[in-house]
């Protein structure tokens, strides 16, 4: 199968699953779904050698942008707001990438992280944007047309497919090409990939803006689910949880970013329900089996079965 | 003839060492010139001067006319130099034919759109000409990480040269591999850079490997240029013999290279 056809049947099948879904299960695939977004961005600097501990930011970015924009402006258009909100992190990702580009392993990784700390601060201590408890996002329209209220969460989970399907179609193909290609190459040895004429500073900058524009994509859309945002979203804990995921799913495909994502969100989901007091340590225990057990990640099991079937 | 690298009066010191002192080399086009010098001569800092890994304090490089002197590691390879290393230079968990079909990418992407596939037929092809060439097809889907010494000295060569260069260091070809592997190496390696007409200077312990592949020799000592000229005259001259081979005028012989 072609890889345009490959991605019209994911949307297919994606969208299909929008009429089938019971709501609550609609609302966790929507967020599951954004989330993975944000983890996709994640695993290509992964595969590059780098963990960034600071994706709460590009993701906040994302989010606030769809909060603010309408009060602003008035565009209340999905389409609209989840393509600001993924620009404006992508461009503050290309600001900071010049210099975070020039930083390695615990460096990069903390300075992402001291980055989203700033951000956190500043949103904190704004009372014009709700300080800590943040505020509510108007409902959104899609090209003109306004869902009533018990179709919403359909319609946004409809959107969410094909925008994911569009990013994660254009993150596999970029990664298949020669600029992508050059994420283990870095990751191996970045002395030769200069010796060969290939610049390695310009290379991890540009997966950085593509991880944070993702980012921003993700909490673009989640802001639109939940209804509300706060600097929660900016915070370590949040940036540590993509990490989480990002182990939990794997690198080895475009499609494991989802499939973490949405094992992680039913995880949470139903410790919470059946284990409240309890829940952090199921969480912390599968990450713990996940290392010991499964150190590719989930997608490791899909790659066995992939290659015991031929 | 045309001059090819132009080195003009280069120094460089690490703190109180001296590396390199007023260092003058002229390469013609077409050459095949071997370095050499005892442990600590100045022979890699050259190279690593030449090549942009490390900025002479004093001194210009010149390659083919354009001044390099400042330039970074990247802008010299597309400026028309490659360089191979003493410690081979590979992505090491990718296969042998991954390294080079890597090397093939970023040479021929230049300048085309960025989201071209790496792996085109056509591209897949040239790697497996250029392993051929390079004598080691047999290693293909082979990780690099279990590859005998000599292939990954001839791997990290082969990738060196995809992109075309005018002029290429290798930085000691023949170290670490056994005395019967290293006529056949240099004998494919020296073959596919003539075969192309390439300018090349390699650093060399191994005086029967200099004889046998350099037109001409510039002998190396205490960062200084100690002889440059004709092969049999270098290595007949009574100061290289003491200083950098190490054999003592009185029929001795010291232990600064091999034989």
Partial sequence: MGYGLGLVAAAAVLVGAGWVLPEWALFLAIVSLAKGLVVLGLVVLWRTGLVSFGQGLYYGLGAYTVGLLPQITGI??????????????????????????????????????????????????????????GFHVVA???????????????????????????????????????????????????LRVEYLGFSVRRAVHTKFVIAGALAGAGGAIVATAIGHVDPEMVWWITSGEFVFVTILSGSGSVIAPFIGSTVFELLRSFALEYAPNFWQIIVGGSLLAVIMFLPGGLWSLVAKWRASGR | ??????????????????????????????????????????????????????????????????????????????????????????????????????????AEERGRPFWNRLRTAERLRRCDKVLEEFAIAEYRDQSVATLPQGVRKLLDIAMAMVHGPRLVLLDEPTSGITSEEKFPLMDIVVGALKEQGLTVLFIEHDM?????????????????????????????????RELVIGEHLDGGEGGNARH
């Fill in chain 2, 208 to 240: 029967e490997v200099v004889s046998r592949y350099a037109d001409r020799v510039i002998a190396f000592y205490d960062g200084s240029i100690l002889a440059d000229g004709p092969t049999a005259q270098v290595l007949a001259e009574p100061s290289v």
């Fill in chain 1, 76 to 133: 209340t258009d999905a389409v609209l707001l989840v393509a600001t909100g993924t620009a404006i992190a992508g461009l503050v990702a290309f600001a900071l990438g010049f210099l975070l580009s020039r930083y390695r392993e615990i460096f990069f990784a903390m300075l992402c992280l001291a980055f989203a700390m700033i951000l956190y601060g500043i949103l904190v201590k704004t009372e014009a944007l709700g300080s800590t408890d």
């Fill in chain 2, 1 to 106: 003839m045309t001059t090819i690298l132009e080195a003009r009066n280069i120094n460089r010191s690490f703190g109180a060492v001296v590396a390199a002192r007023n260092i003058n080399v002229t390469v013609e086009e077409g050459e095949t010139v071997g370095i050499i010098g005892a442990n600590g001569a100045g022979k890699t800092t050259f190279v690593n001067i030449v090549t942009g890994y490390v900025k002479p304090s004093t001194g210009q490089i010149l390659l083919a006319g354009t001044d390099i002197t400042r330039l970074e590691p990247r802008a010299i390879v597309l400026a028309g130099l490659a360089r191979s290393f003493q410690i081979p230079q590979l992505f090491a968990s990718a296969t042998v034919f991954d390294n080079l079909l890597y090397a093939v990418g970023i």
């Fill in chain 1, 140 to 190: 959104v329209t899609y090209l003109g047309y306004a869902p009533a209220i018990e179709s919403a969460n359909q319609v946004l989970y409809v959107f969410t497919a094909i925008v994911v399907v569009v990013l994660a179609g254009l993150v596999g193909r970029y990664l298949q090409s020669v600029t992508g290609q050059m994420t283990t190459a870095i990751r191996d040895n970045e």
